[in-house]
């Protein structure tokens, strides 16, 4: 089970952080995504910190016990969107998702 | 540019069978692990099932287990869920995915724009 906040709420220009729960996930390579109101899920940071390619560098990731975040600094309405975690967990062959966190823009 | 598009969504009664397919282009789709993730009206996301480029090894969420079958055609550029004993609780839209990389568990980098799966009487 992977357990984030339901929402996030950060004024622009702020930090948000984003948070991952889950038992012992610094040992697994977490994902994040980004979905926006009707759109499809759209890949983030991925293996804990890596930034894919159109991805700006406000935004970035790390993983340590449990808890992984992620970060999003300067935040812009833009921005705003539901973020998910993932794990593959080995134990029972199974990808898990995170319940999601809405991320609002005040 | 790689595109995944979705089909075979509609209205089925409780009880009843559905097929999606998804058609993928633009990479070399027997290379890579494909998988099938769902989304419940207001709700969060919900891996369902998985298989692999190659072999074919296959995994499924507990909620789908026995009733759902994952397969590929690598000829056709195809994915396909059939989806049997379908119940309310399936109503959802329906996404494929696409793995980064063609091994280990990399993240999902390409979805498609859905297919909406509405379980109702």
């Known amino acids: 089970v992977l357990t984030q906040p339901p929402s996030v709420s950060v004024a622009p220009g702020q930090t948000a952080r984003i948070t991952c729960g889950g038992n012992?996930?610094?040992?697994?390579?977490v994902h994040w995504y980004q979905q926006k109101p009707g759109q499809a899920p759209a890949m983030g940071i991925y293996y804990d910190s890596d930034r894919p390619s159109g991805i700006p560098e406000r935004f970035s990731g790390s993983n340590s016990g449990n808890t992984a975040t992620l970060t999003i600094s300067r935040v812009e309405a833009g921005d705003e969107a539901d973020y998910y975690c993932?794990?593959?967990?080995?134990?029972?062959?199974?990808?898990?998702f995170g319940g999601g966190t809405k991320l609002t823009v005040l | 540019e790689v595109q995944l598009v979705e089909s075979g969504g509609g209205l089925v009664q409780p009880g009843g069978s559905l097929r999606l397919s998804c058609a993928a282009s633009g990479f070399t789709f027997n290379s890579y692990a494909m998988n099938w993730v769902r989304q419940a009206p207001g709700k969060g996301l919900e891996w369902v099932s998985s298989?692999?480029?190659?072999?074919?090894?296959?995994y499924y969420a507990d909620s789908v287990k026995g009733r759902f079958t994952i397969s590929r055609d690598n000829f056709k550029n195809t994915l396909s869920l059939q989806m049997n004993s379908l119940r309310a609780e399936d109503t959802a839209v329906y996404y494929c995915a696409k793995d980064r990389y063609s091994s280990g568990w990399p993240p999902f980098d390409c979805w498609g724009q859905g297919t909406l799966v509405t379980v109702s009487s």
């Open positions: 012992n996930i610094g040992s697994k390579s």
């Open positions: 993932q794990v593959w967990d080995s134990s029972s062959d199974h990808w898990v």
């Open positions: 298989i692999s480029g190659g072999r074919g090894s296959t």
